[in-house]
């Protein structure tokens, strides 16, 4: 009975090995194709990580709003829900001192926080986008970030003209995809 039991904690745990092998081959993968450089990649996930830390700091914005930030090339994405047009414009306001950040899209909405059924249908229309986004082969579909709120798509990358207005036209054309937001930088 103990061996039995060992074997299968054995093999849970290589399981997860396994899992982590994937994953972080896929982040390999991910990020020898981007166009930013290794650098550039390092410091957006350090300027999400500043920024978030900074709007969190703010007894207010961690109380009441539901705010996230994406960075792509030092240009900064925000969006979720606040109650208020103040507190949109003080999450602004908190990260404006972070290193790195070029720009700041806010398209943070004045609303209630959204629940969990519209994060999970947020989460379809992003797999369900990024899945369009494979399949076309006139565009690099690991040079395009897709973030969906309150289904809104937003589409953020390095892009030709060609490739953004591609990228668009797919995601306008998938059910349940209220909105296109581009926050394109174009090469």
Known sequence: MLQKLII????LILQGCAAAIVAGTAGAVSAATDRRTLGTQIDDNNIEIKA??????????AKF???SVVSLNGVVLLIGQT???EMR???ERAIKDVAGIVKVHNQIRIGSNVGISTRTHDSWLTSKVKTRLLTE?????NDIKVITENGEVFL???????????AVDLARNISGVVKVIKVFEYL
């Open 8 to 11: 299968i904690i054995s093999l």
């Open 52 to 61: 978030t830390l900074e709007i969190k700091g703010q007894p207010q914005l």
């Open 65 to 67: 709003a539901n705010i």
């Open 83 to 85: 109650p208020t047009d």
């Open 89 to 91: 414009t003080a999450a």
């Open 137 to 141: 082969e006139s565009i690099s579909a």
């Open 156 to 166: 953020m990358g390095l892009v030709s003209d060609q490739e953004a207005n591609t």
